[in-house]
C-alpha cells in the first residue's frame, strides 16, 4: 500500500539531453517516505521516477538511449568525439559500463542451422570462436576461445540444432559430436578445397630437388625488350616474377639435422620441438623431407627504372657512364626514382652484359601447386615444359597429380566423382602425404560427404568474421569490452545483422 508520511527530501540533479547547443541539468526536489508496514526492514524509502530516471542514476533515461545508441553504432571511443560534439559527452567506461548493463533487445530466437568458426583476438597468439545463425545471416554469439568444452556447453543449452557447418578442425569436430548429437555436420567445401591444394604442396616439397634438376635443362628465359615509358607495367602473374628455392643457411641445416637426430630416436613432435627450440609445425614438416627445403626468394616487385633500361643502355654504349649524370637527365624525362637505383645499375653494366639471357628459375612448391591444380594461372612456357616432363619421367607425380585434380574439381562440383572411390584411390597410392590426407578424410567422412551433397558451407561465417576484425569497436576496445560482454553481441533486433 502506498505511504503517505513524508520524511523528508533531498536534491537530486540529472543530465538530459542538451537544447539549443546547452547542456541541461534537472534539479529535482525528491521526497522521502516511511513505510507503514510493520515488519519491513526498510523503515525510509525515496520517491522513484520511473519514467524519468532508473535508480541511482544522474542522467534521464532518454540521454541514456541516446548515449547508447551512439556508443553501438560508432563504438565508445568515438562515441565519446560525437556526444562531446552533440552535448551530451561521456568517457567511454561510462559508455562500456552501460552497454554492458543495457539488456539485449534481440530475442533468443531457437537456431536451426549453425555455422562455426574461429577469429583472431590477436592473430597467432589468442583465438575465439564465432557462431553464426545461417537462416537468419546473424551473429548468435561470441565464445572466448576456440578450444571444446566451451563450445559444448553452449551447444548442450541449445537442443533445438539440426544442421551445424564447420571447418575440419579437431576441436570443432569433437565439440559438436558431443555437444550436438542430433545434429547433422556439413564440412566446409572451400576448406576442403585448401586442403587438398595444401597437400599437394608438402609433395612438390618433399620431391623439389626433382623440379630443380629439370628446371636446369630447360631454356633460359630471354630479356624482353625494354617498354617505352608510356607503356605500363602488365600485372604479375603467379610466375611472372618466380620466387625459387634458395639453399638454406648452415644454422638451418643444423637446425634440421638435430630435429631428424631427435625424430629418429622415437621423440614425439612435440618432444623434439621442446628440446630443438623449434616449433610444432616445423617439425612436422621436416618429419617426411630428406633435407632442407631452403628458403623461398623474395618476389621481384616492378621497377620505377625499367622503363628507361633502353635509354641507358645506349648513353653507355655512346660512353656517357656517370652515374650522376645519367640521373640528373632521366629526372627531365619523368624518372621519379632516386639516385642509387641508377648507381646500382650502372654497377650491373660495369660488371656485365644484362641483355644476356637468364636462366629460368624454378618456382615455389606452392607456385607448383597452384600451377598443376589450375592450368589456365600458368603465363611462362617453361613452366608447362616443366610440368609435362615431370609427369613423363616420373609416373609417380603423375599419379599424384591426377587425383588430387580430381578432389579438387570434386569439391568445386565441376565434377561427379565419387567420394568413396576417390578415398580409396587416396589410400592406394601409396604416397606418404595422400594417405595421411586420407585418415583425415575418413575421420570427417559423414561432414565431407554432405558438403558435396547439400549447399550449406561456412561462406557467410567468413564474413561475418571479416566484420568482426574490421570492426573500429573492435580495433579500439576489444580486450576492455569483450572480457565481461562475451555472449552479448547484438544489441538490436533479429531482423538486423550488424554487430554490437
Known sequence: MPSTRRHSQYTRILKDLPLFDCRVRWQLTVRK????VLDCPQRIFCERLPTVTAPWRRATLRLERQQGRVALEAGAQSATHILRELGSGASANTLLVRLRASPTSAPHLPVRSLGIDDWAWRKGQRYGTILVDLERHQVVDLLADREAAPLVAWLNQHPEIELITRDRSTAYQEAVTLGAPQAAQVADRWHLVKNVRETLERFVLRTYNTFRTITRTLPTDPVPPPPSPAVQEPLLSIDAAPSGMGPPTSRQTARFVAVKDKLQQGLSAKQVAREAGVALGTVKKYLHLEQHPGNAR?????????????????????????????HA??????????????????????LGDPTQPRPWVCPSPRTLSWAILNPLLIRA???????ERCATEHPEFSKVAQILTNGWNMFRRTSTTPLRAWLTALTDSGVQELQAFAVGIDRDYDAVQRALETAYSNGQVEGQVNRLTSCSFKKRRLERAFGPIVGCVSKRTASQTTLF
Open 298 to 326: 623474395p618476389k621481384r616487385r616492378p621497377r620505377e627504372l625499367a622503363p628507361f633500361h633502353g635509354w641507358l643502355q645506349q648513353q653507355w654504349a655512346g660512353g656517357t657512364r656517370n652515374a650522376s649524370a645519367l
Open 33 to 36: 517516505f516511511f513505510c507503514d
Open 381 to 387: 612456357p617453361q613452366l608447362v615444359t616443366l610440368l
Open 329 to 350: 637527365e632521366l629526372r627531365t624525362k619523368g624518372y621519379t626514382g632516386g639516385y642509387t637505383t641508377v648507381r646500382e645499375y650502372c654497377r650491373q653494366l660495369r
